[in-house]
């Protein structure tokens, strides 16, 4: 078991890696969220990633990229509530499990940022997350999302999708 200082700095980067995560899917910053991760990665999101691969085969991070801006790029905003963060730290586990909340949203009038039930879809869920040491920070290795609930109207998924297929962003 690390040090509780050593414990702390772990605790601290995970979480920092959470939060880079979600502001840079919500910035579409995608130089931002591929930092998050390993070359290598695990991806389990489910019904999400099936379609691109089993989650017991490491992927290049490259390559899951394309698919997150397959659906985020399709959007006007979104905004990544990542919380409630549960850490693991041991001599032989590095992970946290962490809360999600996720609007996905498609302004009728994009020069006026007011939306009704019908112009949000919310994702809500669990991530684990499993890391290892890049250097001096840490980086996603495995990574999975567990969704308890998905509300709002899920219609915009599919204009999401073929909203980024038309701006360039396809998945794979």
């Known amino acids: 078991m690390p040090a509780a200082t050593e414990?702390?700095?772990?605790?601290?980067?995970?979480?920092?890696n959470y939060n880079s995560y979600a502001q840079g899917l919500d910035t579409k910053d995608w130089a931002m969220v591929r930092s998050c991760f390993a070359d290598k990665v695990f991806i389990d999101y489910g019904s999400i990633s099936d379609p691109t691969g089993s989650p017991d085969v490491a992927r290049n991070s490259e390559?899951?990229?394309?698919?997150?801006?397959?659906?985020?790029?399709?959007?006007?905003?979104?905004r990544h509530a990542i919380t409630n963060h549960r850490p693991v730290i041991t001599d032989s586990t590095l992970s946290c499990t962490a809360y999600l909340t996720a609007d996905h949203v498609i302004f009728p009038n994009p020069e006026l940022p007011i939306v009704t039930p019908e112009d949000v879809v919310t994702v809500v869920g669990e991530y684990t997350n499993?890391?290892?040491k890049d250097g001096s920070r840490l980086v996603i290795c495995r990574s999975r999302l567990?969704?308890?609930?998905?509300?709002?109207n899920?219609?915009?998924?599919?204009?999401?999708?073929?909203?980024?297929?038309?701006?360039?962003a396809t998945a794979p």
Not at 7 to 16: E, F, K, P
Not at 154 to 168: C, H, K, P, T, V
């Open 63 to 78: 390559d899951w990229l394309p698919v997150l801006q397959g659906v985020i790029n399709g959007f006007d905003i979104t």
């Open 146 to 152: 567990v969704i308890n609930y998905t509300g709002g």
């Open 130 to 132: 499993w890391y290892e």
């Open 154 to 168: 899920l219609a915009l998924l599919g204009q999401a999708m073929q909203r980024a297929i038309e701006r360039g």
């Open 7 to 16: 414990a702390l700095q772990i605790r601290n980067s995970m979480i920092d």
